[in-house]
């Protein structure tokens, strides 16, 4: 079945240093979005990339959708301590309304 | 109302027991998601509705697993005969259809213990 990955699992960084996190499907996407979920919280909507090859900004964040649409990527500039939490992909196959769920990416931000 | 709610926001069952989890969507959201998630893990698509009909239940790990939603609103996720291994969060999202696979907003969760 399709499978959605992401790397890192784990990050550690230091405030003000950047972040990226990569996700992977092992099929073609309609469209991806992300969420972040804090410790002991429940997902939040971030943002819906659909086009390939587009690219979104929210102040220090970055969304990239690939060209292909089988990968995506979230860019933090300047991370602050806010930023803590557990970032997700989630896919959606055309055709279909089942999102899968990225693996996450744990991000710490070091004070 | 103003978000998703899941009723209980925490259930400890005995292993073999029945349990329902509640779940409001955001008013006026038609689809509706059941999503579970264990520790350290993302969540788990378990079905879809949209309206009144489970439009994919193809999430459900096993027939002990069911879910409704009579009225197109409230929906309950019913686990017959608990066993540890369903000791994990069950989230639920809504989400407004019509805009092109729109954005999920999710409940708190209600944690699942089973002992």
């Known amino acids: 079945g399709q499978q959605v990955m992401q790397i890192p699992q784990y990050q550690h960084v230091q405030e003000g240093e950047d972040f990226t996190t990569y996700c992977n499907s092992s099929?073609?996407?309609?469209?991806i979005q992300w969420y972040k979920q804090r410790p002991g919280g429940h997902p939040v909507f971030l943002i819906q990339?659909?086009?390939?090859?587009e690219v979104k900004k929210q102040k220090r964040l970055t969304f990239q959708f690939g060209e292909a649409k089988k990968n995506s990527s979230l860019h933090i500039t300047a991370t602050q301590t806010t930023d803590v939490g557990t970032y997700f992909c989630?896919?959606?196959?055309?055709?279909?309304?089942?999102?899968?769920f990225g693996t996450g990416t744990r991000l710490k931000v070091l004070a | 109302g103003a978000g998703v709610s899941q009723t209980p926001s925490n259930k400890v069952t005995e292993k073999g027991k029945y349990v329902e989890l509640r779940c409001d969507p955001i008013?006026?959201?038609?689809?509706l998601y059941w999503y579970r998630q264990s520790l350290g893990q993302g969540p788990e698509f378990l079905i879809y509705?949209?309206?009144?009909?489970?439009?994919?239940d193809s999430g459900l790990p096993n027939d002990r697993f069911f879910a409704v939603r009579p009225e197109g609103s409230v929906s309950t996720l019913k686990i017959q005969r608990t066993e540890r291994g369903d000791s994990a969060v069950y989230l639920c999202?809504?989400?407004?259809?019509?805009?092109?696979?729109?954005?999920?907003?999710f409940g708190q969760g209600t944690r699942l213990t089973v002992v």
């Open positions: 999202a809504s989400s407004l259809m019509g805009t092109g696979a729109p954005e999920a907003f």
């Open positions: 099929t073609t996407l309609s469209n």
């Open positions: 990339l659909v086009k390939s090859g």
């Open positions: 989630a896919g959606l196959n055309s055709g279909t309304y089942k999102y899968i």
């Open positions: 008013s006026g959201h038609t689809a």
């Open positions: 509705f949209q309206g009144t009909g489970a439009a994919d």
